[in-house]
């Protein structure tokens, strides 16, 4: 279809998601381009891909973390309620990912590809382009290719704000990292907190801030890390509920009552945030996976796509976050 | 390659897979067919099945739940550094179950499918045969296809042996049932139950045991219930962790320690069970996937592979189960 329209299978992408930055007279060759070849390949399939393989390629870094085998299950099932074959790839290690983005395994044997909870740099994005099909992600934005994810900063002012609200003003951040996804995400939900007690007027003091490697462990470890202040936070936010649960395992051996001593709010509604007790904000995550399947479907129907759709986030009040024991200032 | 050697794909796959119903003429007959077809197809691939396509369908019944996801990720791990492409079909509802096994949207798709921690009946097992490829099986058993799995009997043995040995005697056991997944799994979790209390000389007392079907909601009932006897049980045994987890919120819930008042066990060794400190059994499940992956790519190079691999369990001695605060029989 790019060689049919006489442009590179970046562009003719570009085109087809509606990039700004491709001339109108290109965009309308391309779309033509791809009209004409749908309608010899298949009168089903006729938008951002050839529809000449029945397969969607999924790309993962992770298969045993809730969030991603939650947002795979949603896609699968919108992909094979619509008779889509899905081709798995997971990206492992550092050396796994350069291989894939170098090899494209996906190429020729997918008619779109969905990247699922990471980000891109813009070198792999532009390998990916040359794929030249549909690129769709979920959890994450990848230049201006379709996308559905939560509002990170939205996210993290809804449980930075609860603990505000309850009346906390030495409130700590577990903040986690993890080189392998998306690396604006946690920088968002860091921002979010800095923001949060800028507008209350609550003076960021840096020794309240913990950076790990996104883990249950890393959670437990920060809250450790905490604890040794001389001046311990009243709360503490954790930028995600499996963080979150590592550092309420930490409370508990010290022999700290959660909230009565630290309350303590994560990010996700993990279910194990139900089984725990633990105040979150709720992503829907399923749901995430589910749009990015219909993102995929009406690309390949030549429907309008939307480029970027936010999911809504909630505050779940649970057990784990009440006011602080002593009117703040006070410890 | 089953018709060149005049026999049914059932017959071609059980004589590939040395099944003991098979006449040695024609298991001679359905190597010989798959060895000259092999030579012509692809030098690389000569074993259970022809090798065109390079994939091989990985059939789940959930995404989402972090023993899917585990065995999924080791399995994808072996299968992608041989560079095969991994088809996901997920079974979803009895519905989506029954068009699966109905249309087979495998067939000619894939070289090998392998079903991942749920069992198929015999018609199931009949119809996945006419695809005419290697099965694989890991968590369960098919047929006399290769698998992999734990022995669940001994895993139940080492969770109750464990509270027998601390010298709890009224024991109750959460049994989970999941139609979706073998039917044959609970049943042996729950007769090394019986028969550890028997070879302990325990009687059994039918209203210690409580089926619910699976989810930490169901263990959070059941332990209600148990709860609800006029002579509740001083240690409770859980088929799974997740389930375990939720009978410990219960008991939370209600004010009793854990195992000051009851003691908890589960099996798998979920990450969740170091988090929260449970007791268990643990099983290997990244390696369950992994192995399943070398018995397919074992298959398809025409090496021998094992009928049953059994991966052993052991026992993980965490903070939820100590003796009993009373001696037996005085409760």
């Known amino acids: 279809m790019a060689r049919r329209a006489g442009v590179s299978p970046a562009t003719a992408s570009r085109a087809l998601s509606d990039h700004p930055h491709v001339a109108e ?4 060759r391309v779309w033509e381009a791809a009209r004409e070849l749908e309608y010899v390949a298949s009168p089903e399939a006729s938008g951002l891909a050839s529809g000449r393989t029945g397969r969607v390629a999924v790309v993962v870094p992770h298969l045993s973390r809730w969030w991603f085998g939650a947002a795979l299950e949603g896609l699968v099932a919108q992909l094979s309620a619509a008779a889509k074959d899905v081709l798995l790839y ?5 050396d796994a990912r350069r291989t894939f983005f170098t090899d494209l395994p996906a190429r020729r044997r997918a008619d779109a590809v969905v990247l699922l909870g990471f980000g891109v740099d813009d070198e792999e994005r532009e390998r990916l382009e040359r794929i030249g099909v549909g690129i769709v992600a ?3 934005r990848v230049g201006s290719h379709p996308s559905v ?3 990170d900063h939205a996210a993290g002012r809804q449980a930075v704000d609860h603990l505000l609200n309850l009346g906390h003003r030495r409130i700590g951040m577990i903040e986690t990292t993890d080189p392998e996804l998306d690396p604006g ?10 923001r949060a007690l800028a507008d209350a007027g609550v003076g ?8 790990v490697p996104w883990s ?4 437990a470890r920060a809250m450790g890390q905490l604890l040794g202040l001389s001046d311990p936070p009243t709360a ?3 930028h995600s509920d499996e963080v979150a649960v590592g550092a309420v395992g930490t409370l508990r051996r010290t022999g700290l009552q959660v909230p009565r001593d630290v309350s303590v709010i994560g990010i996700d509604d993990h279910p194990l945030a139900a089984l725990t007790d633990l105040s979150t904000v709720a992503q829907p995550v399923f749901e995430q996976g589910a749009e990015a399947g219909r993102m995929v479907l009406a690309g390949l129907l030549g429907e309008p796509v939307e480029e970027r759709v936010t999911v809504p986030t909630h505050l779940v009040i649970r057990g784990s976050t009440a006011p602080p024991r002593s009117p703040s200032g006070e410890s």
């Open 185 to 194: 995400q946690p920088g968002h939900r860091s921002a979010a907190y800095r």
């Open 236 to 238: 503490v936010y954790a």
């Open 25 to 28: 007279a290109t965009r309308a």
């Open 204 to 211: 960021i003091d840096p020794a309240l801030v913990v950076s």
């Open 149 to 151: 994810s939560i509002d």
């Open 90 to 94: 997971r990206l492992g290690d550092a």
């Open 216 to 219: 249950p462990e890393g959670g």
């Open 138 to 140: 979920a959890g994450t």
